[in-house]
């Protein structure tokens, strides 16, 4: 029985009876083998990256320009077509689109998925740092490493109950943007809200008439109302005084004194006003009128390790800001990939739990059992350093690929341990047996690990979004069952030689085993059944076969079709949509009405 025959397949029967007998005969050798799998997964636990999904975002940056009282035309001539003809030339450039609306100009570049973001940004700042054609009045191009279109990951807002909204804004610029863009991961921090301190000259027609003067004299008179420039130095022996020349006016009142000729100042001919500019956005947290904050990541960039920082920011942020400014996170995208992928976990350890439990039942014996359930952390865990080794990540979909190895990690070591517990039941000796009997399934693990491998490895070359987003997936699948054959041929004929017993079951003593025998009984004698029944008429098996296969060609063009789940965040926007040209203190008050319709369902 134990002779190998020559002939088509001999030499890998030859190949798995030496290779189960090196680890039967150094049991050490197949304990380290596996152990070294277990530390490396271990290890690469530590170091690999946990997102929501795949790294699927294209390597896109934003160039935002803005032009305060440009109409949408001259956005268009004079900066977007400008920065557009700049930017062609930068290498790896896929696309370019561009939105040109009043008083800003935005254009958004699309790279070859192989560029390096930070050298393309650093290339687009040489090539719009070389224009010389934007309007003077323009301010500076802004250079974001993300899709300034995209949705902001988290929403913060600012309130206090005392501070002015114009201080409040200076508060945020001076002390909060800036630290929130140092997150690392944050591509932009952009503000709702906000109403920056202003002056208003409000000019009276009939003053400035009385006294033979136009709006470009008061103009011109204001031009200097800013002046700090430098006015030499003067030096004795002893020491050096830098001199500076500073005419600025600060206040409304030294506004107003400000000499448009030598009878006429400002104030003789407007009012000086300082105060807030006018609502262009407005936001109310809670009830509260305050500064929302919204965070746009870069792309390629981590949510969890963003949310991260942006948390540590605002717990600094209160604990140094005045005690009637607080800063609260109003969203955080994080959470839910949080819960997402502990909810996966969840389901990891469940599925392994019930697949040992299934284990047990059939094979009713706890030694047996621990055999092939040796082998299922052993190939998860080992999963997660190939999953690190290959530069994937830890997500959502490479955790559903380990929930569905869990079931397929065990297959290998369960046909090896069958059949080395039937060859004990024949009368052989443990080592003998676990020889035997792994030699004579060797072929059959090796093909079928090898068969799952290539129908899960072709989804790692799907073209698109789509095959971007589950290479990952079909590799982990491919490299779990891949490390089960592995501790299947090695491990598994080790502990079996040592561990199992004599190879028969004795009759349990408890009513629930055998109630459980009772039950395989029965199902074994309907299969039997059923496959006798089968054999007998192909004709009907076929047809049924071919009936299904129809039912699904038909039933599969009816079927939805998205790329993902809608998924319920608890999250639930409310649109409104006011008359056009309506103003945004006509807009916030509509807003304040629905604010207190859903503030009845509050808890």
Known sequence: MAETKPGKGGGSLTSGAGLAALFVSRPVLAIVLNLLIVVAGIAALGGVEIRELPN?????????????????????????????????????VVSISSDSRAGQSRVTIEFDPSTDLNAAANDLRDAIGALRSLPDDADAPIIVKADTNSDAIMRLSVT????PIERLTALVND?????????EGVADVDLRGDREPLVRIIIDPDALTARGLAVNDLTGA???VTLDAPAGQVSDQTQTLLVRADASAKTAEEIAAIEINPTTRVGDIADVVFGPAERSTSLRMNGKTGIGLAIVRQAKSNVLEISSGIRTAVDELNATLPDDVTVIITSDDAVFISSAIESVVFDLALATMIVVGIIYVFLRSVRITFIPAVTVPIALIGTIAAVYAAGF??????LL???????????????????ISRQRSLGLGPRAAAVLGTRQVFFAVLSTTVTLAAVFIPISFFPGTAGRLFSEFGFVLAFAVMLSAFVALTLVPMLASRWIGSGTHAP???????????????????????????LSAPIVILTGALLFAAAAAIAYPLLPSQLTPVEDRGFIPISVRAPQGATVDYTAEQVQRAEAIVNAFRD
């Not at 190895?405 to 369960?414: K, P, Q, W």
């Open 222 to 224: 204001l031009g200097n």
């Open 160 to 163: 206090s109950p005392t501070m």
């Open 401 to 419: 690929a380990l929930v569905l190895a869990t079931g397929l990690v065990v297959d290998d070591a369960i046909v090896v341990i069958e059949n």
């Open 56 to 92: 699927i975002d294209r390597p896109v940056i934003t160039i935002r320009t803005n032009y305060d009282g440009a109409t949408p035309d001259t956005i268009d001539k004079e900066i977007t077509a400008v920065i557009e003809g700049a930017v062609a030339r930068t290498p790896g």
């Open 508 to 534: 349990s003593r408890n009513r629930i085993g055998r109630a459980v025998a009772g039950f395989g009984m029965v199902l074994e004698r309907l299969y039997a059944r059923l496959l006798d029944a089968s």
């Open 393 to 398: 990540s830890i997500n959502i979909l490479t």
């Open 175 to 183: 002390q909060i943007v800036d630290r929130l863009a140092a997150v």
